[in-house]
């Protein structure tokens, strides 16, 4: 067991960030062809609305107060009229961080051109429910799936959930990559709680 924990070392930061590069251009591309049938004149007639109001804004041609609550009414409007979009995506990042890494024994495409993969810290099988739970904290999954809840419920709760989730996703990713850095196990938030840790492949 000893033996084979030295067989493999921390990964250099820049593999694991070039595999994350990887898979999130994948992840977006599959993303966009799947969902560009739902990308309607109304969906971009919002997002126009919703730069021309962040441009009044900005510019103080409205008071903090129409600001805010013009971007609550167009961002539950878009998260409702997006909603089918949402979830197509939500399964898309299932299929491949939870699936396809489970089925290529920890490795996504971009880890297994970058030679890296995850691993049990305890050098045991990975399981599903491990990959599941590594899918919803570091792919943002867990928040995606929020955000569809939050906007079946009413404006309010979708804004302040939604943004209130989607800065705590952006802060786990920010300290994960600090731990990353500087854990000697470059173990990240996500390898803590579901006991994993990602490992650099040696050639024989």
């Not at 299929?95 to 030679?115: A, E, H, S």
């Amino acid at each position: 067991m000893s033996n084979k924990m030295e067989e493999k070392e921390k990964p250099y930061f820049v593999q694991r960030l070039g595999a994350f590069l990887i898979d999130l251009i994948i992840v977006a591309f599959v993303s966009s062809l799947l969902t560009m049938p739902f990308q309607t004149n109304s969906v971009q007639k919002l997002n126009n609305q919703i730069i021309d109001t962040s441009t009044k804004y900005v510019s103080q041609e409205i008071s903090p107060a129409i600001y805010i609550n013009k971007m609550i009414d167009l961002n539950y409007q878009l998260g409702k009229q997006t909603g089918l979009s949402s979830v197509i995506t939500i399964l898309i990042y299932v299929i491949y961080y939870v699936v396809i890494q489970m089925k290529l024994g920890g490795q996504t495409l971009g880890k297994r051109v970058l030679k890296i993969k995850v691993v049990k810290n305890d050098d045991s099988d990975l399981t599903m429910n491990d990959m599941v739970l590594r899918g919803l904290i570091n792919n943002s999954i867990l928040c995606d799936i929020l955000v569809v809840i939050f906007a079946l419920v009413n404006k309010y709760v979708y804004f302040y959930g939604s943004t209130g989730f989607q800065w705590l996703q952006g802060l786990i990713i920010i300290v994960s990559v600090f731990m990353i850095t500087i854990r000697k196990d470059g173990r990240s938030i996500a390898d803590m709680i579901v006991k994993t840790r990602v490992v650099s492949l040696k050639e024989d």
